[in-house]
């Protein structure tokens, strides 16, 4: 009989120390399943925990807020024609750092070859033209800026262009054409939000990445300081006043959480936008694909609706190459040679650029983010790695 006793408490012994080896699954702070938790017995006091550095790949989550849909769907009646006239774009000084002066290329490793995502071509064009069929009278009228002539193209070339700023062409894209119905322009829109407390009317650009998804800029949908941005609503194609594809009122805004803490490398953000008729946005105009952990040495196409050069009404363009990166907190931003300032901050970057054409072709590859004043016609787009495909999958999942 004593035993058999001892057997017994051996075996629950036994099962004690198994209990203690066997993992728990739970969430971490940020609400993440997955992480694994063993038990242990402290002999002392637990001691603080080593915090990852403020750019660990492990913090490049994605934070977002949800709008209720009654403010959502009233922002559509907010945006009046004069309200969209009057906002202006966002003062990209908020993002400017130090600008990387002689600084070359600095390739960042392919992690695992990263599939990239396919664009879509399909565009509800027919049912735009007679839902909207004033706005389409309107974009196809004549441009005001100068009816008569051809889009204008600039271009910098040679050694003292290329000592003062990367070569590039950027040219005007809708102003005396129908490109607003084409394929992959039609994507890249106009966003019009306020501030949660600096008062006025703002814009950036945008452009659609996936399903109701829209890529733009982080300071575009979050002020440091401030929170998330509000009364947002999209509308792509704008042109000149025009929405030949309507507006879309936003439902949700994401961004990282390296951006929430204002670190210009993480200046990324995504939209949710209602569906209008049952459709989604990319219904309509179409969607972008998605690279990301790409060679940062890339020719890109950069389109957006910048202030200084028409008034944020018309859809600019930059062909250029990458030229530099900088050096900042998290993926180094690439620089780019681009004439293009505030109100194309949020434009898509293009790689493997093809007009018309969807499938391995016309991929967001950046976002443009900030400029800087040292050196001019210098753009800065945030690198896409992980925590642009963090952004993308939650905009997919929309």
Known sequence: MRHQKR?????????????????????????????????????????????????????????????PSGAAYAALAYWTADRMAQARPLDLAAVVTAPAEGLRDREEPVAGGAAPSYGGLPGAASLAAELYAADWAAASAASERNAASESEVVETTGVDAWSTSPPFTSYYVNDNADLWKSFPWRTVGR???????????????????????VWTAGHCVYTPGEGFNKNMIFVPAYR?????????????????????????????????????????????????????????????????YPDRIGRSQFLIACSTVTNRREPLEGPDPIGVGCDMDGGADGAPGLSAFAPNKSGAVNYVNSIFSHVAPATPNLLYGVYFDTGAKGLYDWGKAQ
Request: net charge positive; hydrophobic share 50%.
């Open 7 to 67: 057997s017994a408490y051996a075996i629950l012994f036994a099962f004690m120390l198994i209990s203690l080896a066997i993992p728990v699954a739970g969430q971490d702070a940020t609400g993440r399943g997955g992480r694994i938790f063993f038990p242990v017995v402290l002999s002392h006091p637990a001691q603080a925990p080593n915090l990852p550095p403020p750019d660990s790949p492990e913090l490049r989550v994605v934070v977002a807020e949800s709008i």
């Open 240 to 304: 000149n006043g025009a929405k030949p594809y309507g507006a879309f009122a936003v439902l949700s805004r994401a961004t990282l959480r390296g951006w929430t803490g204002g670190k210009a490398a993480f200046d990324l953000g995504m939209l949710a936008v209602a569906d209008v008729n049952n459709l989604k946005v990319s219904d309509w105009v179409g969607n972008l694909g998605f690279r990301y952990n790409a060679a940062s040495t890339q020719l890109l196409h950069f389109a957006g």
């Open 191 to 213: 966003l019009f939000f306020n501030r949660p407390l600096t008062p006025g009317a703002f814009s950036c650009s945008g452009a659609v990445g996936v399903g109701r998804a």
